[in-house]
């Protein structure tokens, strides 16, 4: 059963197609185009190499077209991609310009020039489940009604950690339980608890708190534009603060928001990249608005990995992983800094050198693991489009 994961940008178009037979999963090709103008030609362009190169027999080959939508007004989960699913990226397109228009005109495409299902996995999917607490803001009823709330995002990457993570912990119930859960919901908790707090740090960056695979919150909130300081998004931002910078400033509204998501985070905090290996390096060349930037980043993360190991009543394992996450030393070993107390303790030494790779960076003394774990959204797109379409099928 091959099955096409297609990333979509607002002027980007990047593909994924993976093979299943059986237990085994098989990535076979996966290309991208840069500066789009044309989604439609870009496409049928992909479509004929991966017919070219052999990967496909023909358009009829290609069992599922799986998207990682990241949100839509009253739908969530992993569902086909049809006018419903299209309604719903329309109704919330204020909330990711630059996502939304894009998927629904990349689902469009898809379906005009493949007979293929297209199949919708939202990122707000793995949140479906957390607590009401864990939803609201404290808004009026009626913002609430408009669907003002907290949703959560890399739903996709915090789920494979979620499976992954109770794998290397010998947690096979738990891993099992987080495959089926779009197809069967959570069903019962397991007796023993497995809790795990994934931070995925990388251009854009969250934490998320799950307790036996299912997710108890996410330092996202509404958009993406919430939570952690991203490469050069915002994060988190007090309501105030966008008519007092249009006030002092004098610039207009969409302005603000056009600052907010292109000069913030990183970038609008270092004033010099919104790379953090730049920002690192610039800390290390004595530049302190770079060093007031990794401060801050850290200071978001801890603050939300606290929230959660609170809320847990502690954690089986803390995870690390997309660009910073797997790779970036100083980050991992500020964010576990002076936390032997609570039982998480990093081993400094093979923290420093350690990049790229799946493994366990806590002591052995460390009550709570400490992984770093490669992400693969894709793959989970995959494998969500390919149970949605044999559960349909059976
Ligand atoms: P992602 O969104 O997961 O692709 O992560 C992108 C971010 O990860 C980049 O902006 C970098 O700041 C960071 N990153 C990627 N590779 C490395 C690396 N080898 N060392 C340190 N940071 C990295």
Redesign the pocket.
């Known amino acids: 059963m091959k099955i096409l994961v297609a990333n979509l940008g607002s002027t980007s178009f990047k593909y994924r197609l993976f093979s299943f037979s059986g237990e085994a999963e098989t990535l076979l090709a996966k290309g991208g185009y840069e500066r789009v103008e044309d989604f439609g030609a870009v496409i049928s362009d992909a479509l004929k190499n991966l017919i070219d190169g052999g990967h496909l027999e023909s358009m009829d080959d290609l069992a599922g077209v799986g998207f990682k939508t990241v949100l839509g007004k009253d739908l969530s989960g992993c569902v086909l991609a049809d006018e419903r699913t299209l309604a719903a990226l329309d109704g919330f397109a204020q909330i990711a310009p630059a996502h939304n228009p894009a998927y629904a005109a990349g689902i469009r495409q898809f379906q005009r020039l493949t007979r293929a299902p297209c199949v919708a996995l939202f990122e707000t999917s793995f949140y479906q489940w957390m607590p009401e607490s864990a939803k609201h803001y404290g808004v009026p009823r009626a913002w609430r009604e408009a669907g003002i709330r907290r949703y959560g995002f890399h739903g996709a990457s915090h789920k494979f950690i979620a499976e992954r993570s109770a794998e290397l912990l010998g947690r096979d119930d738990v891993a099992g339980r987080v495959r089926q859960l779009y197809v069967r919901g959570p069903g019962e908790e397991p007796a023993q608890p497995l809790r795990v707090i994934s931070c995925h740090l990388?251009?854009?960056s969250s934490v998320a708190g799950m307790r036996s695979g299912v997710a108890m919150g996410c330092s996202f909130g509404l958009s993406p534009q919430s939570g952690l300081p991203h490469?050069n998004r915002v994060g988190d931002l007090d309501s105030m603060a966008i008519a007092v910078a249009m006030k002092e400033l004098g610039i207009s509204f969409d302005e603000a928001l056009r600052q907010l998501s292109k000069e913030g985070g990183l970038l609008g905090l270092s004033g010099c990249s919104?790379?953090?290996?730049d920002v690192v390096a610039a800390m290390e060349a004595g530049n302190a608005d770079a060093a007031v930037a990794i401060d801050v980043f850290v200071h978001s993360i801890r603050q939300w990995i606290g929230s959660f190991f609170f809320e847990m009543g502690g954690a089986e394992a803390l995870v690390f992983t997309?660009?910073?996450g797997e790779?970036?030393a100083l980050v991992r070993e500020r964010v576990c800094a002076g936390l032997a107390p609570l039982g998480i303790e990093l081993d400094t030494g093979r923290n420093a050198g350690f990049?790229?790779a799946e493994g366990d960076l806590a002591t052995p003394a460390s009550r709570t693991r400490i992984l770093v774990i490669p992400t693969n959204e894709e793959l989970v797109v995959a494998r969500e489009t390919r149970r949605l379409l044999l559960s349909r099928s059976s």
């Open positions: 990388g251009g854009s490469n919104n790379d953090i290996r997309a660009g910073i790779n970036q990049r790229a």
